[in-house]
Each structure stands twice: as C-alpha cells, then as structure tokens.
C-alpha cells in the first residue's frame, strides 16, 4: 500500500497563519476595551456609576452664565460727563466703516475713544450693546441715553471704568445729544430687570 508523506506547512503559511492569531487577539482585546468604555459611559449617564472627573467644569459654566446679566447702577449714582468716558468701539456687523462713524459721533460728545475694531464675537443682532465693568456702571449708563434699545451687560472680569460699545444689526443712528442728555443732577435709573453687581459677588 503507498502513503502519501506528512507535507509541512511552508514558512509564508506559518507567518500568515500567526498574523492571524495576532489580528484576532488585538481586535478582541480592543473591542472588549471599547464595550467596556461604553457601559461605563452608559452607567454614569444613568448615574449609576459616579463621573470620573470634577463638577468644576459645569460649575464654571454655570458661573460664566450666571455672570452676564444687566447690572444696575448703585443707588444714587449720577451721570458722568462725557469727557471721562473712554470707549471701544466694535462693529458687529458686516457694514463696513460702522465702527468709525459711530466713533466719530461719540467722540463728537467728548468720549475718549479706546480700540475701534471688528467685533470678536462676529455679528450682533440687537441694536446697541455696552459692556462694562464695576467701575464703568455710570459710564455705561451714560452713554445708553444716546443709543435708543441699547442693552447693557456686566463683565466681572473688568477692574477699570472702560466701556465698550457693540453696534449691531438694528443700529440706525445715535441720538441727538441735546435731546439725550442726561440730567447731571439726577441719579441714574437701572434697565428693567438689572441686579447690583454687589448683590451677584456677595451671591457667588
């Protein structure tokens, strides 16, 4: 009777073969991985596992939120002359030059104008914005009256009296300085809804 020899697998088979045996031991180690990621993913969703990392990421989003609001001028606090206020200018929208011309008609008044640039945030859709911080309440205020629907926001990150002023998309023209003007001898009066920058500190 023949018999047909043993035949042994040739190098190349061998190497394919262990190649294989690679492959298959890492994808079944990282699916194994990325099933666990997602369960543990999926327990702290369903808060049944705590978060791997601090509440401070949220807290301080919560905090940056809680910081843009209205802030109201302090009880008696007068307008400020023109003069004193030093003002940036930003354009938030695509209209060329707007900036410019809305700094030459503050600085028609007496402001001082800072920067007058492009506006960093990209386009405003209000009419006017003023940001300003503690110390810039009274100029902001100030210079609101000359800007018909201007909104007013906070910025706690500001320590000087330096404003600024966005104009928008519903920007038409400022108003007339002699009919705008405000009393000197009459205290300011907050925008409906504001808070006391004070208030919001002692409350953080």
Do not use: W
């Not at 000087?160 to 003007?181: E, F, H, K, R």
């Amino acid at each position: 009777m023949t018999t047909t020899p043993d035949v042994a697998p040739s190098g190349k088979s061998q190497r394919r073969r262990h190649l294989l045996q690679r492959q298959t031991i890492i994808f079944g180690t990282l699916t194994v991985i990325l099933v666990a990621f997602a369960l543990a993913a999926l327990g702290v969703f369903l808060r049944i596992l705590p978060a791997p990392f601090s509440s401070e990421f949220t807290d301080l989003e919560a905090q940056q939120e809680a910081s843009l609001f209205t802030p109201c001028p302090a009880p008696g606090a007068l307008p400020v002359p023109y003069e004193t206020i030093t003002a940036n200018v930003f354009n938030g929208t695509d209209q060329s030059g707007l900036a410019g011309s809305t700094s030459e008609a503050i600085s028609g008044v007496g402001v001082v104008i800072g920067t007058t640039a492009n506006y960093a945030a990209g386009a405003y859709p209000g009419a006017t914005l003023i940001v300003a911080g503690e110390q810039g309440v009274p100029a902001a205020y100030t210079l609101a009256a000359l800007f018909p629907g201007a909104e007013i926001q906070f910025d706690a990150a500001r320590a000087d009296a330096v404003i600024d002023l966005v104009v928008g998309d519903q920007y038409v023209a400022m108003n007339d300085p002699a009919v705008s003007t405000l009393d000197p001898a009459l205290p300011l009066v907050g925008l409906e809804g504001c808070q006391l920058p004070s208030d919001t500190t002692d409350a953080a």
